[in-house]
């Protein structure tokens, strides 16, 4: 079940792409189509489509007008208001349902980053993310509940929530989780939070331009973007981090050569792949490439000469 808003026309309307896989031989079933505020009192909206199901996979795209709706915002905007969308197919052996929170907003980002948040500038004030050294806690969270772990003793061990929680209280808007996938609980939590999110693809500097590897390398693109694809949360996809096509230093760290097409094919197909299924948000290629990664007293020199840098559109890493 993948959604998406279309806030342009009147009134709005939300689309869906639903994914039926049947089992028995071609068939009608009844689509109940459910939109119903999750967080907020008000009116929920609801209609009804005759679906006409091939055997085997089909895919179909619906569209229901949603008056009066009230825009996902992020937290020093406004309020994040989401919805619980249903879609329920209903034939002569029962009911199958999927469900999926959602929140009508839009995103624009022009040249030189300038950002745009349902159709108002915005400057977006962030911080790279990653929830623990050890990312099997976050997702078998009862191993840091324990009051013997060095961050545990929390109910439940949540990391996100309160990770969330403490980022709003530092006056941020919006994380980057880097170079890795977190669990759909993250995502959510910055759902509810009303927190910006730039997702990256988990990749850091170089691989194989083998033709299996890039092969590989779309269908877990592809899994990624539709597995968090209803977020409204998220506002910005990364297919790569430090990608060797833009990266001399790179060579020179191993011992070799710089080849500047190295990855450049493999990139530009995932910036092609995340296009197509997802045009609504922004894509970036190559972080390193036009946003800025700065290090003084990291790599070298010391932290006061940042005083000195140039100012960059944007800076995904410091």
């Not at 079940?1 to 079933?29: G, Y």
């Not at 905007?77 to 907003?105: M, N």
């Not at 209280?169 to 669990?183: G, K, T, Y």
């Amino acid at each position: 079940l993948l959604l998406h808003a279309d806030m342009a026309s009147q009134p709005p309307t939300l689309h869906a792409e639903l994914t039926v896989r049947n089992r028995s031989r071609k068939q009608l079933a009844e689509l109940e189509f459910r939109c119903t505020p999750e967080n907020f009192k008000g009116k929920p909206h609801s209609a009804s489509f005759t679906l006409e199901l091939p055997e085997g996979e089909s895919v179909h795209s619906i569209q229901m007008p949603v008056k009066d709706i009230r825009p996902w915002q992020p937290w020093d905007r406004g309020f994040p208001h989401l919805y619980q969308v249903t879609a329920s197919l209903v034939d002569g052996a029962g009911t199958v349902s999927r469900s999926s929170l959602f929140g009508f907003r839009t995103i624009k980002v022009e040249a030189g980053f300038r950002w745009f948040i349902n159709g108002l500038s915005y400057f977006p004030r962030g911080s790279n993310y990653l929830p623990s050294q050890w990312l099997a806690e976050t997702l078998f969270t009862e191993a840091a509940s324990g009051k013997e772990h060095p961050f545990g003793g929390g109910a439940g061990g949540d990391f996100f929530s309160r990770d969330v929680a403490l980022a709003k209280q530092a006056n941020l808007n919006f994380l980057r989780v880097h170079a890795h996938i977190l669990p759909p609980e993250f995502h959510e939590a910055c759902d509810r939070v009303g927190m910006l999110v730039w997702q990256d693809f988990p990749f850091q500097w170089g691989y194989s331009d083998e033709p299996e590897f890039r092969t590989e390398a779309e269908r877990q693109m592809q899994a990624m973007i539709t597995g968090l694809y209803n977020h409204p949360s998220i506002v910005a996809w990364c297919c790569h981090n430090e990608s060797p096509c833009d990266a001399p230093w790179m060579a020179g760290q191993a011992g070799g050569l710089y080849d500047p097409s190295h990855n450049r094919d493999l990139d530009e197909r995932l910036e092609t792949v995340v296009r197509e299924l997802d045009p609504m948000r922004y894509t970036h290629r190559n972080s390193g490439t036009g946003d800025g990664h700065a290090y003084p007293g990291w790599y070298v020199g010391h932290w006061r000469d940042f005083q000195g840098l140039p100012g960059a559109p944007l800076l995904t890493e410091y």
